[in-house]
């Protein structure tokens, strides 16, 4: 009895052998990021009724869209693609600041409550500047995870909302927005009505 060789068999054994030379799956692997030094100046807002810090890292520009007013800004983490969208609105009466107050509410929580793990509603208060406000820090699959907005409830109302300029994955970003969050954490403290 003589043993055919099964070609297509051998074909087979030969092919998966050349192509597994040392074959080593590559570790998870994070870009390195370079922080800069934290440092602050004075936010130029000069013709507006407020003042506050800015990161030395970031650049203020006024917003230029269709719908912009007079002390709409855009504070610009350019080594970060991300963006501080602020707007400024000046109050006439209670029944004004409540409107307002609802509105950033709506905005924060009707198109991410569903989106968002959880939001996290942290009051504002500094009697010493007369000022009062919310944060809100939204976990999850959101597209902004931060807002807020401060008024010193009789003429100034402040708005402030957080986004990454790209589509992100929070968890890769999450060292990024610690970073900056620190950063816009120290803007709410400085921040004044004149």
């Keep these: 009895m003589t043993l055919k060789p099964n070609i297509p068999i051998i074909l087979i054994i030969l092919i998966l052998a050349a192509g597994c030379n040392d074959f080593t799956p590559k570790p998870k692997a994070y870009?390195?990021?370079?922080?800069?030094?934290?440092?602050?100046?004075?936010?130029?807002?000069?013709?507006?009724?407020?003042?506050?810090?800015?990161?030395?890292?970031?650049?203020?520009?006024p917003y230029t869209g269709l719908d912009g007013k007079p002390c709409w800004y855009n504070l610009n983490y350019g080594n970060f693609d991300a963006t501080l969208h602020l707007s400024y609105v000046p109050i006439d009466g209670q029944r004004?600041?409540?409107?307002?107050?609802?509105?950033?509410y709506r905005i924060v929580f009707k198109p991410h409550l569903q989106r968002a793990e959880e939001i996290i509603q942290r009051e504002i208060s500094d009697t010493t500047k007369h000022l009062k406000g919310m944060i809100y820090d939204l976990e999850g699959k959101t597209a902004t995870p931060f807002n807020f907005y401060l008024t010193d409830g009789k003429q100034h109302f402040f708005r402030g909302s957080f986004y990454f300029n790209s589509k992100t994955v929070r968890d890769s970003v999450l060292p990024i927005y610690n970073f900056i969050n620190e950063d816009i954490i120290h803007t709410l403290e400085s921040f004044e009505f004149r």
């Design 31 to 61: 870009p390195r990021i370079l922080y800069p030094e934290r440092a602050y100046e004075p936010a130029p807002t000069d013709d507006c009724p407020f003042t506050f810090d800015i990161p030395t890292y970031s650049k203020l520009t």
């Design 96 to 104: 004004d600041l409540d409107s307002l107050a609802e509105d950033a």
